[in-house]
Structure formats: structure tokens, C-alpha cells
């Protein structure tokens, strides 16, 4: 999102904006869907739902604010000049995204191992409204999760940055805006903890 | 900055310290990779042309006559996908739009030129990824370009790949209409305010929030296609409880504001045209800015008149066939303000301003054809007939076809420092238009008749028109031919030209032509509108 030649903070925070704009249309076509199978198979939703567990799903919504509180802070020691205090918030941001996907890990096969996976015989079996609700629920995770990877990579990427010298207190509007895509990851999971396993 | 290279070939001319071809393919600078789209974006005109051309010679008479049925699906399909994502989104925005927006402004560059370079990249990439899908998996994909389920998602040709080449292609168009937006808020020169921005900027800035705004809903469309064949997912899936009018409704909530997409950028280069060849200021500028915005947002709202014989309720149909018929006020605005601006100027007929009359009629008859589709009653009656097909090729082709010729002929003595010939580039245009009309308008009355768009073999009694519509299908190859011939000769050895052939007022007119590789040596102070042409010279050697 920066470039070297011209440093316009305001510009380069802009097309990030707009950037996380898309996103959230993105997954917008999604919650759209979910809204019209739920209103369509309330039932179903609600026996699917119950599948879900909760505890696993609040452990998970706890290691993600978590990650976006680390991440938070540093964008303030880059602010500061605290470089090694910043590489080691960043870790730490990384390192809770990766205990995110395990877990998430655990919970997708468990779900593998009853047979319940998107084109799995036992889903064309399955009452029509909790079909939907799984389909619904691997795309909108599956996309999340998807996410998390990318900004797993581009965090990483950013400590090169600040390793090497190249963002640090006069000049951090990489870290800003992956900061910034970070909390719409967590955000949109904020999103996705309640309606699939809180609606029931 | 000093400007490296040979001062007469401006940003033609070689980068000192890099290698010509890798000057061009990584180059941030706005002006040469808006040249690299616009000879992909040829290319694959070329090749559209060509599937088009087949569609037709197959079509002359009943039964087979070049082609067997699966080659036919597999042809209009494949001329649609490259004609619709390769060429006619990208064309103007992509192409003129990076060349002309920074200098237009009087900015240096794109606010992100290196993610400029890159959704170039992406371009080619899907482009790329988009033509593999003919020669690769298990056949050609059949499916129309609009990848309609549930036949995209059990079809066994290659439709995957080029729903691939789709997202691709989305996520480019996204980053360049990102870029236009942050360039137009941040970069304008001092001086520059709102009400002083070029039309053709206006539109740009129209279509950029549409892309951005509408592009995402097609790319988790197209994701949720390559889920559906390979996971078999079942969103869309009645079996498993989805609903396939479900997809309709997503695809066509980015398919119908790309048809803005499309268009805007077309009339945004008509009223810069217009003013210019009229020697007149355009006539209402807050108005047909305005209806620019007008335009990309009520053209939002209305993604669902496609769907009116889907099985939706009565009150949508209703709403979405009213919200339609609003689309057509602003539009009507700019055809008004056009024809304003003409009256009583001092008219210059220059083969742009015979492009640019020629765009108007046929985005009229586009339009007005446009009203009897959106109209629910009558929509009923033409559905998926051949009056569609005529209707927005004449708004397509009519329009942003017209719209990019005219483009190409107004700047091309700027980018190029050369002149065509311009008698010819007259003829072209008129044997582009004659042949366009004798190619679609029987498609009209063919629709208004039964004639069934997609089919492949038709009833006896729609010969005649058909046969007229292929007759009409070969003029535009010859116009087509003599444009592109006469703009290769004048980019060859055409006659050099000064800083301002036209005597037009915007502000790429001020620099040499073509214009040096940084754009403007000192920041420009604008104390003018772009349409104010009292202190202009022409300049013409």
C-alpha cells in the first residue's frame, strides 16, 4: 500500500480504507446469503448451531481480541522508536493468529469425522436447513480462516520491515494499515462467533 | 528531476539504466501503463471480434453451417467472457484512464504506481489464465458469460478456470478504481477544486467508487462457484437447500453496475470531446457531473430488473422496473447537455467529434431500447430474445465501442506526437456506424418476433433478418479494419504535431506531445476551467 517516492500519510491511509471497504463487501455477499437461508430454515439453523461447541468458539473470540490488542500495541511502540518491543508485540499478534487456525483445526475435523464436510454423502442426507447451515458455516469460516493466513503473511512480512529498519517512528503507515487489516479480521469473526454458534 | 532520454519521444522514449522491455513491463509510470493496457486491451478486442464474426457466419442460415452445437455454446460464451471482463470493463478507465487522469489533474502519478504496475500484472495474469481455459481441462466453458447455476455447477467443461480468471480480473479493476479514487482526493494541482475537474475526470471518479463498491460482490460470487464444483457446497443447490435465484441476485448486484462501468467513462470522453470541436464551454457542468454521480448510484439499485421472469414477487418487480425507468433521467440529462453544448457552436467535424456524434445516436437507441426492457409488461414479452442481444450492443458497442474510438482518436496526437489521417478516420467511423446499425437493429426486430437469444439453429422465417445482421457483421469488420489500419499508419509515419492540435483546454494540452516521463517539470497553478477556451491557441506544428 506505500511506496517509497512519496510518502502521503493521509493517501496511503485512504486506499487502505477503501481497501477494507471491499472486504467487508466481500463478505457482505455472505452474510447476505446467511440472512436469507436463516430466515428461510430458522429451525434447521437452530439444531445446527446446537452442534457447535461454544466453549471451543469463545476460546477462539478471546485469542483473536487478544491478537488485536497486541497489534494495537505496537502500533504505539513503533510510535515510540521501541523497535524490539514492536517485533516482539508482532510475534506475539502471529502467534496467537496460529493458535487460532489450530484450534479452528480441531474444530473443523471433529466435524470431518461425523461425516458432516461440504459434498460429504452424509450432508445429501441431511434435513435441508442444517445442510445450508454447514455450507454456510465452512464457506464463512473458510473465507475467515483464509484470511487469518493472509494476515498471518502480511504481519510477518511487516516485521521484516521493521527489522531492516525500514518502518520505524517517523514512518510507520505499513504497520498502521496492517494493523488495520488485522482488526477487520477479528472484527468480522466478532461477527461470525454469534450468529453461528450463539443463535441457537 | 532530470528527464533522461530523447527529449522528442517523450515517455516513449528509453529510461536511462534499464533494459527497454523491463522498462516497460515494471514501469510506475502512469502514461506507459496505461499504453500496456490499452494493446492488451486491442488484442483481446481483436480476438472478441473474430468469435463474434463466427457467432454471425454460423447464424446465417438454419441448421449447421461452420460450426456444430457445443462449439457454438462454447464460442458465444468464450466471446463474452473476453469481450465483457477483458475488454469493455477495463477499456476506458484502465487505458485512458491512467494516461489522461494524472495529467488531467496535473498530478505526477497515480497515488500508488507501484500497485498500478501491479493490477496491470493482475490483468495479464487473468487474461492469461482466462485464454488457457479454452485449450485446457475438458472442453471450453458453455455456460454464457453470466456462469448462471445450476448448469455452471455441474457442467464438466472448464468453467472453473475462467471464473477464475474472473476474481483475477475483479481484484484488478478493484485496485485500479482504489487508485483513481485516492489519486483524484489527494493529487490535484493547486487551483484545481471540485468544480474545476475535467468531465472526463468526473466519470472516472464515478465509476472508480463503483468498482469498488460493486466488484467484491462478484468476487465472492465467483469464489462460491469454484466452491460449489469443488466441494460441491451446495449454496446454490436446492438439493441441499440452497437457491439458485440466490446467485442471480449476487451476480447481477455487481453485473448491472458494471454496465456503469462500462458506459460512464464513454460519456465522460464525449463531453470532453464535445466542448472542444463546438469551441464552446459545455453547456450545465454541475449537471452532467452530477448525473455521473446520479448515475452510479441509482444505477445500484436497480441490478434486479434482469430477473423479472425469475419468479419474484410482483412488489419487487415493480419496484426494481420504477427504480430502472430513474436511471434514465440522469442519463437523458448528459444526451440533453450534449446536444446543448452543440448549438450554436463553432463545430469543427474532426473524427472525434464524428465518433462522439456517432456514440450519441446509438447510446440513444441503446437507451430507449433500455426503457422497453425495463418496463416489467414488455420485459415479459422480449426476455431473453434477441431484442436484449440488439439493446446492449448498441449501448456497448454504440456506446463504450464509440466511446474508446473516440478516445483513441482525441489523445492519440497527444500520446503519440503524431497525426492519422483524418478524412479516413471520418470514413471509418461512418462505416463503423452504418454497419453497427445494420447489425443489431434486425436483432430488434427479430426479438420483438420470438427469436430466442443463445439458440443455435432458428425457425425458417428468421432467415432473412439474420442474413442481414451477418452482411451487417462484415461492414464493421471492414470499418474496423480501416480504423485500425489508418491509426497504424499514423502512429508510424503520421504528420508530427505541437502541444495542442485541437486547441482543447485541459491541462495534458499544455505539455509536448507526447509528454515528458514526470509529467509537468513545475507543478501547474490552475486559474481556469477545463472548458474555457478564450485564451487557448492551436497549436498545431
Redo the contacts between chains.
Keep these: ?1 506505500t ?1 517509497e ?1 512519496q510518502p ?1 500519510y ?2 496511503a491511509k ?2 487502505m480504507w ?2 477494507l ?3 467487508i ?6 452474510f ?2 446467511f440472512a ?2 436463516l430466515s ?2 430458522p429451525a ?1 439453523f437452530h439444531a445446527g448451531s446446537a452442534t457447535l461447541s461454544v466453549p471451543f468458539g469463545s476460546a477462539n473470540t478471546v485469542v483473536l481480541i487478544t491478537s488485536s490488542l497486541t497489534m494495537a500495541l505496537a502500533v504505539t511502540a513503533v510510535q515510540r522508536g521501541e523497535r524490539r518491543r514492536t517485533l516482539a508485540l508482532l510475534g506475539a499478534t502471529v502467534g496467537l493468529a496460529g493458535v487460532f487456525l489450530i484450534n479452528k483445526f480441531f474444530e473443523w475435523s471433529a466435524k470431518f469425522q461425523h461425516g458432516i464436510y ?2 460429504s454423502e452424509h ?2 442426507e441431511m434435513e ?5 447451515f454447514y ?2 458455516y ?2 464463512m469460516t473458510g ?1 475467515h480462516g483464509l484470511h487469518v493466513v493472509i494476515g498471518m503473511c502480511v504481519i510477518a512480512w511487516v516485521m521484516g520491515l521493521v527489522a531492516a529498519g525500514r518502518v520505524h517512528r517517523d514512518r510507520f503507515v505499513t504497520l498502521e494499515n496492517a494493523g488495520l487489516y488485522w482488526h477487520l479480521v477479528d472484527l468480522v469473526w466478532i461477527y461470525l462467533f454469534p450468529l453461528f454458534y450463539l443463535v441457537t | 528531476m532530470a528527464d533522461s532520454g530523447a527529449a522528442g519521444n517523450g515517455f516513449l522514449g528509453p529510461v536511462a539504466g534499464a533494459g527497454h522491455v523491463r522498462a516497460w513491463l515494471f514501469s510506475t509510470d502512469h502514461k506507459r501503463i496505461g499504453l500496456l493496457y490499452l494493446t492488451c486491451i486491442l488484442v483481446m478486442f481483436v480476438v472478441g471480434v473474430l468469435l463474434g464474426l463466427a457467432i454471425r457466419l454460423e447464424l446465417i442460415a438454419p441448421g449447421e453451417t461452420i460450426m456444430g452445437a457445443q462449439t457454438y455454446n462454447a464460442v458465444f460464451t468464450l466471446h463474452g467472457v473476453v469481450m465483457i471482463f477483458l475488454v469493455v470493463i477495463p477499456s476506458i478507465p484502465a487505458a485512458f484512464g491512467n494516461i489522461i487522469l494524472p495529467l488531467h489533474i496535473g498530478a505526477e502519478d497515480v497515488a500508488f504506481p507501484r500497485l498500478n504496475n501491479f493490477s496491470w500484472w493482475l490483468y495479464v495474469i487473468g487474461a492469461c489464465i482466462a485464454v488457457s481455459a479454452l485449450f485446457t481441462g475438458d472442453g471450453p466453458p458453455d455456460t454464457g458469460w453470466t456462469f448462471y447455476v445450476p448448469f455452471s455447477a455441474v457442467t464438466t467443461t472448464n468453467v472453473g478456470l475462467a471464473v477464475t480468471a474472473v476474481f483475477i480480473l475483479g481484484f484488478s479493476s478493484i485496485l485500479t478504481g482504489l487508485n483513481f479514487i485516492v489519486t483524484i482526493h489527494r493529487l490535484r494541482a493547486p487551483g484545481m477544486g471540485w468544480g474545476r475537474l475535467p468531465l472526463f475526470v468526473w466519470t472516472l471518479y464515478a465509476t472508480a467508487w463503483i468498482q469498488v463498491l460493486a466488484t467484491p460482490i462478484l468476487g465472492i460470487t465467483a469464489l462460491l462457484i469454484v466452491a460449489e464444483r469443488v466441494l460441491g457446497m451446495g449454496i446454490f443447490d436446492p438439493a441441499r437447500g440452497g437457491d439458485p435465484i440466490l446467485y442471480q441476485h449476487l451476480f447481477w448486484i455487481y453485473s448491472h453496475p458494471a454496465v456503469y462501468i462500462m458506459i460512464l467513462p464513454a460519456m465522460g470522453v464525449v463531453s470532453e470531446i464535445i466542448p472542444v470541436f463546438s469551441r464552446k464551454r459545455i453547456f450545465g457542468y454541475g449537471t452532467i457531473a452530477a448525473s455521473s454521480l446520479a448515475i452510479a448510484f441509482a444505477g445500484s439499485l436497480v441490478w434486479a430488473h434482469h430477473m423479472f421472469t425469475s419468479g419474484m414477487s410482483d412488489t419487487a418487480v415493480l419496484v426494481f422496473s420504477l427504480l430502472t425507468f430513474v436511471v434514465a433521467i440522469p442519463s437523458a440529462v448528459k444526451v440533453f447537455n450534449w446536444v446543448a453544448t452543440l448549438y450554436k457552436g463553432a463545430i469543427r467535424l474532426e473524427p472525434p467529434l464524428t465518433f462522439a456524434l456517432c456514440f450519441v445516436f446509438l447510446f440513444c437507441v441503446g437507451g430507449l431500447t433500455g426503457l422497453v426492457l425495463g418496463s416489467a409488461g414488455t420485459d415479459v414479452h422480449v426476455h431473453d430474445t434477441y431484442f436484449v442481444v440488439g439493446h446492449f450492443h448498441y449501448v456497448i458497442f454504440g456506446g463504450t465501442g464509440f466511446g474508446l474510438f473516440g478516445a483513441m482518436h482525441y489523445w492519440f496526437p497527444k500520446i503519440f506526437g503524431r497525426m492519422y489521417d483524418r478524412r479516413r478516420a471520418n470514413a471509418s467511423a461512418l462505416i463503423l456506424a452504418v454497419g453497427l446499425n445494420v447489425l443489431y437493429f434486425p436483432m430488434l426486430i427479430l426479438g420483438l418476433q420470438g427469436m430466442p437469444r443463445r439458440y443455435y439453429d432458428y425457425l425458417p422465417q428468421y432467415t432473412d433478418m439474420h442474413v442481414v445482421s451477418t452482411v451487417g457483421s462484415w461492414i464493421v469488420a471492414v470499418g474496423l479494419a480501416l480504423m485500425f489500419w489508418n491509426l497504424w499508419r499514423g502512429l508510424r509515419a503520421g504528420q508530427r504535431v505541437g502541444a495542442n492540435p485541437w486547441g482543447a483546454a485541459t491541462l495534458e494540452w499544455t505539455l509536448s506531445s507526447p509528454p515528458p516521463h514526470h509529467n509537468f517539470a513545475r507543478e501547474p497553478v490552475v486559474t481556469a476551467g477545463p472548458y474555457e477556451f478564450a485564451e487557448v491557441r492551436l497549436d498545431d506544428a
Design positions: 500500500m511506496h517516492v502521503d493521509i493517501g485512504m486506499g477503501l481497501f471497504f471491499t472486504e463487501l466481500l463478505f457482505g455477499g455472505l447476505v446469503l436469507v437461508h428461510r430454515y434447521g461440504p459434498g450432508m445429501l435441508k436447513g442444517q445442510a445450508a455450507a454456510m465452512y464457506a473465507l
